[in-house]
Nanobody, 124 residues
């Protein structure tokens, strides 16, 4: 199982980035996929998740700015990030697992598979 995250970079506040997470070795269309982020000195934080039904869930701080989607034909999930703020600066990780119950979507321990992380830096 491999998850490959990409799309990070340096952007000014108010700008946009789109992260991608390509997967292989999984029955992707049955997987719950998620994005977490970790800023220096902070714990890993849930950002967004998309279930196999394509229902999406977001942390309050990104609602209305970030959109997570999936393309089952490409075994890939995306995180479109608009109106970025300096506090969004972090390493972003994609994660996936086949069975993640709704109440546990935000718990990183529920995900067995992780990508390598991609750095997002938002300057003020």
């Amino acid at each position: 199982v491999q998850l490959q995250a990409s799309g990070g970079g340096l952007v000014q506040a108010g700008g946009s980035l789109r992260l991608s997470c390509a997967t292989s070795g999984v029955t992707f269309n049955r997987y719950t996929m998620a994005w977490f982020r970790q800023a220096p000195g902070a714990e890993r934080e849930f950002v967004a998740a998309i279930r196999w039904t394509s229902s999406t869930h977001y942390v309050d701080s990104v609602k209305g700015r970030f959109t997570m989607s999936r393309d089952n034909a490409k075994n890939t999930v995306y995180l479109q990030m608009n109106n970025l703020k300096p506090e969004d600066t972090a390493v972003y990780y994609c994660a996936g697992d086949r069975e993640v119950i709704l109440s546990a979507l935000r718990d990183p321990n529920q995900y067995d598979y992780w990508g390598q992380g991609t750095q997002v830096t938002v300057s003020s």
